[in-house]
């Protein structure tokens, strides 16, 4: 499983663009990699997905470089409203494996 | 609202009990999977299945067993239960993989065991 490495946590204003970077070394050829928000005591959400290059919805950007050995999930104009945790997951096709976790993730913090 | 349902919400009970979680998946998803997260920690995966099969083990441990039924439910079953093991426990589902697919987690059921 391709193990990933986030901030433990970041600091942000109100209106600033946040870019979270993930590093996942040893990324597999199959894997796919995720982007989840969670608020406190609440299920984590799904943000967006991405393989390679780069991807845009309506809540975030996902760049991908050619190497795909770290990815960065772009929040545009964040708002308090975005404070939450940010987990990153590299995906291993490989169904039965033992070692799938989320991480402890990126607990982002929006100021006024 | 995600789709996927628990229950129950809230439960207390002592060490030394068993408990059964609930999950319902959303509607026509296949794929259920169990975390558990404490309180500050991430999620911890503790297993997934794949219409009524288990599919994936995490660090499950062998007091906790889970099943999924014909109609897609999956039940969490925690037994001896130690202090510990007290955190929110989450249901997610999905259509397929585990990585591939978008999880869609449910409001969790909040254990504190005393």
């Known amino acids: 499983l391709a193990k990933t490495t986030q901030p433990i946590s970041m600091d942000s204003y109100e209106g600033q663009e946040v870019n979270i970077t993930c590093s996942h070394n040893?990324?597999?050829?199959?894997?796919?990699i995720t982007w989840y928000q969670q608020f406190p005591s609440q299920g984590p959400r799904f943000i967006i997905q991405?393989?390679?290059t780069k991807v845009t919805n309506e809540v975030a950007s996902l760049f991908i470089p050619a190497d795909r050995k770290s990815s960065t999930l772009s929040l545009p104009r964040v708002s308090l409203s975005d404070t939450a945790v940010y987990y990153c997951?590299?995906?291993?096709?490989?169904?039965?494996?033992?070692?799938?976790?989320f991480g402890a993730g990126t607990r982002l913090t929006v100021k006024p | 609202d995600s789709g996927v349902t628990q229950t129950p919400k809230h439960l207390i009970t002592a060490t030394g009990q068993r408990v059964t979680l609930r999950c319902s998946p959303r509607?026509?998803?296949?794929?259920v999977y169990w975390y558990q997260q404490s309180l500050d920690q991430g999620l911890q995966f503790l297993i997934q299945?794949?219409?009524?099969?288990?599919?994936a083990k995490g660090n499950i441990l062998e007091r906790f067993s889970a099943q999924q039924f014909p109609d897609l439910h999956s039940e969490l079953n925690l037994s001896s239960l130690e202090l510990g093991d007290s955190a929110l426990y989450f249901c997610?589902?999905?259509?397929?993989?585990?990585?591939?697919?978008?999880?869609?987690f449910g409001p969790g059921t909040r254990l504190t065991v005393l």
């Open positions: 997610a589902s999905s259509g397929g993989t585990i990585y591939t697919d978008t999880q869609y």
């Open positions: 299945y794949y219409n009524g099969e288990e599919r």
């Open positions: 509607s026509g998803d296949l794929s």
């Open positions: 040893n990324i597999a050829t199959n894997d796919y």
């Open positions: 997951l590299v995906g291993d096709p490989n169904y039965n494996n033992n070692d799938m976790r």
């Open positions: 991405g393989y390679k």
